[in-house]
């Protein structure tokens, strides 16, 4: 299991880091993927793991998953199970 940083869609979006910094392109440098599942799709993009789950309320997978080359995934709402 690989615990990565994360904004939430409802922080504020000048917030200040936190120790560990913001999640970082994989590849290229000074491009941050932002949104909260910004870490998930760093790693995917990274090549370091295969798949990596992540929530989407306003595009937080989606988004990440673009910039870092990747294609991200949310389901419809009501086909999975809470």
Partial sequence: MCVTHEKH??????VVPKLEGDTKHPVVEGLYPGGSSSGSAAIVGGDVVHDAI?????GSIRHP????GRTGLKPTF?????
Wanted: hydrophobic letters at 30%; proline letters at 0%; charged letters at 10%.
């Fill in 54 to 58: 992540g929530t989407d309320t306003g």
């Fill in 65 to 68: 998953a673009a910039v870092c």
């Fill in 9 to 14: 869609c409802s922080q504020i979006v000048f």
């Fill in 78 to 82: 009501g086909r999975t199970s809470n």
